[in-house]
């Protein structure tokens, strides 16, 4: 495979797991998941893990994920990459492990003493990108091993953590939110 269609298949299908934890940020509010319980003193997720937010998040990562397949014939011609279909568990599987693997975070960051919004470097990068990656080989087995090839997986892991800092400067600035990381 060559350079462009390793990081056009990349950007392709990490796509849906890119989409949720921004769509939760415009979306949150509402009742925090650990509804204020504590453990040792600490909450357990904290106010910005809520049910509205997450329930978004997966929504607007399906729903996109959904989108990609309608357009993928035009997608692949256009760039002359052939971009890979998604099954129906890879829709589900890649934004719920997303926004797992940012509750799971947010579980550890409030563990190691860290309050909402502090900076856990490559944590805060790559968390949901390695539990939507699990949960999508759990789910699509099949799908995950012929499309995530080493090349592919590769290109994300350098590639992810660029997005990560570029769209949490963005939504910094654009007041979305409290903290640029």
């Not at 060559?2 to 989409?19: D, E, G, I, R, S």
């Not at 996109?64 to 589900?92: C, Y």
């Not at 799908?143 to 949490?168: E, G, K, Q, R, S």
């Amino acid at each position: 495979m060559n350079p462009l269609a390793v990081v056009a298949t990349a950007l392709w299908v990490m796509l849906p797991a890119y989409v949720p934890n921004n769509a939760a940020v415009l979306a949150g509010g509402g009742r925090p998941i650990d509804a204020g319980r504590t453990l040792g003193g600490r909450r357990l997720l904290g106010d910005g893990k809520t049910w509205r937010g997450t329930a978004v998040g997966v929504a607007a990562g399906a729903l996109l994920a959904l989108a990609l397949d309608a357009v993928r014939p035009a997608a692949s011609a256009a760039l002359g990459v052939s971009l890979p279909w998604f099954p129906l568990a890879a829709v589900v599987a890649l934004p719920a492990g997303a926004m797992l693997g940012d509750i799971l975070a947010s579980f550890v960051k409030r563990r190691t003493g860290r309050e909402r919004g502090a900076s856990f470097p490559l944590l805060d990068q790559l968390d949901f990108v390695v539990v939507a990656l699990a949960l999508t080989a759990l789910s699509a087995p099949e799908w995950f091993a012929a499309t995530f090839t080493l090349p592919v997986l590769l290109a994300i892991l350098v590639l992810t953590p660029v997005l990560h800092v570029t769209t949490n400067v963005g939504a910094y600035y654009l007041g979305y939110k409290e903290e640029p990381w």
